[in-house]
């Protein structure tokens, strides 16, 4: 029996299970940008929890080469994450699940694009969510302006087994436990 060119590209049952195990520790962001990066020219990975009853915005992970990830992570999380097109369209009291890809050129011209965008060198992100009554939950990979074309396809199929992670890595960092990273300790998660 032939392949079909429809089906997705798989990503190997030993990646997944590194992913899986890496993800109740502290170098759960470390082992799933390195992943990424087999696949794709992946330059930050970025995600986060929405309580969407309180509006709070709690960062799950966050991790790169570039400067100013604290900052930019900060930002997003505090005012940003309103202004992004990837979540326009949402029902709050809807479960779905969605991923998509913003091109930093799709967005307006305004202080968004330029801290997360422009001034790193993104030239896009692939991002994969999880909403649900009373909660969203956002993976994104960030391209460098080095990528060309479309982002490969065992991305896309990373990115769904790695929200299956990042809820086990959501759920093994309670808020109530583990007190939100400063600015200083993100920019040393840093790759």
């Not at 992570?73 to 779905?96: I, Q, V």
């Not at 930093?104 to 991002?127: H, M, N, T, W």
């Not at 994969?128 to 909660?135: M, N, S, V």
Request: include cysteine; charge should be neutral; hydrophobic fraction near 45%.
């Amino acid at each position: 029996m032939a392949a079909s060119l429809s089906q997705p590209a798989l990503v190997s049952p030993s990646l997944g299970q590194a992913l899986i195990e890496a993800a109740a520790t502290p170098h759960f962001a470390s082992v799933l940008l390195g992943a990424a990066r087999q696949f794709d020219s992946i330059d930050e990975v970025f995600a986060y929890q929405v309580d969407i009853g309180k509006g709070g915005v709690r960062t799950l992970l966050a991790t790169g080469e570039r400067k100013g990830l604290a900052e930019r992570t900060g930002e997003y999380a505090r005012r940003f994450h309103a202004k992004d097109p990837l979540l326009a369209g949402a029902s709050p009291d809807k479960a779905f699940g969605f991923s998509r890809r913003v091109r930093a050129a799709d967005i307006p011209k305004g202080e968004y694009r330029e801290l997360c965008f422009e001034q790193p060198g993104f030239l896009d992100k692939v991002s994969f969510g999880w909403q649900e009554p009373g909660k969203l939950m956002v993976l994104s990979f960030y391209r460098g302006l080095q990528a060309r074309g479309e982002s490969a396809a065992q991305l896309w199929s990373l990115g769904q087994l790695a929200m299956a992670a990042l809820n086990l890595h959501a759920q093994s960092a309670q808020p109530s436990e583990t007190p939100a990273p400063s600015l200083a300790q993100l920019d040393a998660q840093q790759v």
